[in-house]
T-cell receptor, first 113, second 113 residues
């Protein structure tokens, strides 16, 4: 089975621009999670979508937003980019079931200059 | 807030030596616990998970972890390190009553010949 796929693999933007990152979950998985992995800050939870709705968000400003489409794919939007937004953004999916593990994609490396 | 603590940001072992990576969780109710591995420029790969069945959990690549409620620990071990084990390892928790995975800060495993 195909794993979680993310696009693009690399993205370079300038400060103040907007970035859109995309994620396709594993077939049959309805939940999609977004994490930010910034240097020195570890893995920080961003957003959780399930069945098309935002279920939870981490401690990030509103300029981080996203959505989940009817086919369960998802996109993450970051507006008004700041230098500190430079990070690896990881998407993960999982099937229904709270103890099901998350399956991660290889991430999108966002660089803000 | 529920969390996990990984002792040691870096652990160095020789090839063939025992690998021990430490993880402690903060919860009065046993949570769901996971270990993930991240190789350079890749996403996270699930090594193993504890979901209140057997306390000794066997994972991929020869790794295992033991859930010890009295010590609130979930340490990861491997009897004999290989060069290919060099990577960053993350302990993660889904606290009881929650659906979001919270990660520890990670431990970088270095394996020398």
């Amino acid at each position: 089975e195909a794993g979680v796929t993310q696009s693009p693999t690399h993205l370079i933007k300038t400060r103040g621009q907007q970035a859109t990152l995309r994620c396709s979950p594993i077939s049959g998985h309805t939940s999609v999670y977004w994490y930010q992995q910034a240097l020195g800050l570890g893995l920080q939870f961003l957003l959780w979508y399930d069945e098309g709705e935002e279920r939870n968000r981490g401690n990030f400003p509103p300029r981080f937003s996203g959505r989940q489409f009817p086919n369960y794919s998802s996109e993450l939007n970051v507006n008004a980019l700041e230098l500190e937004d430079s990070a690896l953004y990881l998407c993960a999916s999982r099937p229904t079931g709270r103890n099901s593990p998350l399956h991660f994609g290889n991430g999108t490396r966002l660089t803000v200059t | 807030a529920q969390s996990v603590t990984q002792l040691g940001s870096h652990v160095s072992v020789s090839e063939g030596a025992l690998v021990l990576l430490r993880c402690n969780y903060s919860s009065s109710v046993p949570p769901y616990l996971f270990w993930y591995v991240q190789y350079p420029n890749q996403g996270l790969q699930l090594l193993l998970k504890y979901t209140s069945a057997a306390t000794l959990v066997k994972g991929i690549n020869g790794f295992e972890a033991e859930f010890k409620k009295s010590e609130t620990s979930f340490h990861l071990t491997k009897p004999s390190a290989h060069m290919s084990d060099a990577a960053e390892y993350f302990c993660a928790v889904i606290p009881a009553g929650y659906s979001t995975l919270t990660f520890g800060k990670g431990t970088m495993l270095l394996v020398s010949p």
